[in-house]
T-cell receptor, first 109, second 116 residues
Framework: QQPVQSPQAVILREGEDAVINCSSS?????VHWYRQKHGEAPVFLMI?????EQKGHEKISASFNEKKQQSSLYLTASQLSYSGTYFC??????????FGKGTRLHILP | DAGITQSPRHKVTETGTPVTLRCHQT?????MYWYRQDPGHGLRLIHY???????DKGEVSDGYSVSRSKTEDFLLTLESATSSQTSVYFC???????????????FGAGSRLTVL
């Protein structure tokens, strides 16, 4: 079952902050975050593991609440280059990585 | 770098014809995945492989089959293409990252398939 992402779309001005949420109805082993620019392949941003370990990227951070099966991606002081579609991917006890429908982020100058 | 190549990158075919998409990797990674991407649906897992001749179904496997006869190649076959299979198909490999060895995905450039 696909994780649920919110919001579906966000429009910000450069320098503003954004939060993207991801929730799952299943127990999670890890949460992945990817960004996709228009016409390109998704690119890895971050992974959060059960137990609290996380690996970050640039000015982007994230949290993972294992009990609630939720993760949030925090983009601070957004830059024009942050525009794109963000996907969370969740991994349970098997090797499947299931993605949400994505959150479109548009940064205005 | 993972070295993933998808072919063909673009294909137009007619309903009822068989289609095979190829994903080739040069890094000897164990895990390979096929996703399709459609507006409003995000990335949906079709099939994945955890080794040579070891494959399993994903969320949307109906109408698709896969084969992995050698580590470097993962083939996705549409036995009889339908218009609903018009999509962008992404292959991905799973690489270990950092000290924890957590697996992250690296995607190929995608294959755009149009079924008329």
């Amino acid at each position: 079952q696909q994780p649920v992402q919110s919001p579906q779309a966000v429009i910000l001005r450069e320098g503003e902050d954004a939060v993207i949420n991801c929730s799952s109805s299943k127990a999670l082993y890890s949460v992945h975050w990817y960004r996709q620019k228009h016409g390109e392949a998704p690119v890895f941003l971050m992974i959060l593991l059960k137990g609290g370990e996380q690996k970050g990227h640039e000015k982007i951070s994230a949290s993972f609440n294992e009990k609630k099966q939720q993760s949030s991606l925090y983009l601070t002081a957004s830059q024009l280059s942050y525009s794109g579609t963000y996907f969370c991917g969740t991994k349970g006890g098997n090797d499947k990585i299931i993605f949400g429908k994505g959150t479109r982020l548009h940064i205005l100058p | 770098d993972a070295g993933i190549t998808q072919s063909p990158r673009h294909k137009v075919t007619e309903t009822g014809t068989p289609v095979t998409l190829r994903c080739h990797q040069t890094e000897n990674h164990r895990y390979m995945y096929w996703y399709r991407q459609d507006p409003g649906h995000g990335l949906r897992l079709i099939h994945y492989s955890y080794g040579v001749k070891d494959t399993d179904k994903g969320e949307v496997s109906d109408g698709y089959s896969v084969s992995r006869s050698k580590t470097e190649d993962f083939l996705l076959t549409l036995e009889s293409a339908t218009s609903s299979q018009t999509s962008v198909y992404f292959c991905a490999i799973s690489e270990t990252s950092g000290r924890s060895g957590a697996n992250v995905l690296t995607f190929g450039a995608g294959s755009r398939l149009t079924v008329l």
